[in-house]
Nanobody, 122 residues
Framework: VQLQASGGGLVQAGGSLRLSCAAS????????MGWFRQAPGKERAFIAR???????YYADSVKGRFTISRDNAKNTVYLQMNSLKPEDTAVYYC?????????????????WGQGTLVTVSS
């Protein structure tokens, strides 16, 4: 199984980025997909999740600014990030989970991508 995250970069505060995560080696449509982020010196934190049903969940810190979506035909999950803030600076990871209800816990996820760095300048 491989999860390949991309789309990170340097953006000014107030700007937007779209992250992508291409999955291979698994039946993508059967998995719930999540995005996490880890800032320097901090633990990995839940950002968003899209269930295989299409239901979505967000951390309070990104609700209304970030949107998670998936394209099962392309085996890809996306994270559209708008109104970015300096505190959004982190390495962003995508992850796949087959069937846990604890969607905000990193330990619930079976597979992880390598991470993509997002830097938001003030």
């Amino acid at each position: 199984v491989q999860l390949q995250a991309s789309g990170g970069g340097l953006v000014q505060a107030g700007g937007s980025l779209r992250l992508s995560c291409a999955a291979s080696g698994l039946t993508f449509s059967s998995y719930n997909m999540g995005w996490f982020r880890q800032a320097p010196g901090k633990e990995r934190a839940f950002i968003a999740r899209i269930a295989r049903s299409g239901s979505t969940y967000y951390a309070d810190s990104v609700k209304g600014r970030f949107t998670i979506s998936r394209d099962n035909a392309k085996n890809t999950v996306y994270l559209q990030m708008n109104s970015l803030k300096p505190e959004d600076t982190a390495v962003y990871y995508c992850a796949a989970d087959y069937g846990s209800a604890r969607y905000a816990s990193p330990g619930s996820y079976d597979y992880w991508g390598q991470g993509t760095l997002v830097t938001v300048s003030s």
